[in-house]
């Protein structure tokens, strides 16, 4: 059974910075794209970033320059360093990843999420 898992949220000051990280286990045989969604209180679910097997990137306009997404596929892990944080960065941030794991076709799977807020 596949798992994301993810670590890293807690509280930081205005203009500090945290590294999220994310981590799939399981019986995997390959993962495509990977990605890190937000969802602040009394809002939809985002996107922030995500990033290709390949190694390319997409930001949201609100994080870009501010936020790096990256990854180590021989250990199957994204990473989402978010600096400069704002308050308005405050949200539960969450795993996502298209993983294929001994079924026919890639399927997405979520992490449970994890904290994150800013606030001085």
């Known amino acids: 059974q596949v798992q994301l898992v993810e670590s890293g949220g807690g509280l930081v000051q205005p203009g500090g910075s945290l590294r999220l990280s994310c981590a799939a286990f399981g019986a995997i045989f390959s993962i495509n794209d990977m990605g890190w969604y937000r969802q602040a209180p009394g809002k939809e679910r985002e996107l922030v970033a995500s990033i290709s097997s390949g190694g390319s990137t997409k930001y949201a306009d609100s994080v870009k320059g501010r936020f790096t997404i990256s990854r180590d596929n021989a250990k199957n892990l994204v990473y989402l360093q978010m600096n400069s944080l704002k308050p308005e960065d405050t949200a539960v941030y969450y795993c996502?990843?298209?993983?294929?794991?001994?079924?026919?076709?890639?399927?997405?799977?979520w992490g449970k999420g994890t904290l994150v807020t800013v606030s001085s």
């Open positions: 996502n990843a298209d993983i294929h794991a001994g079924s026919v076709n890639y399927i997405n799977y």
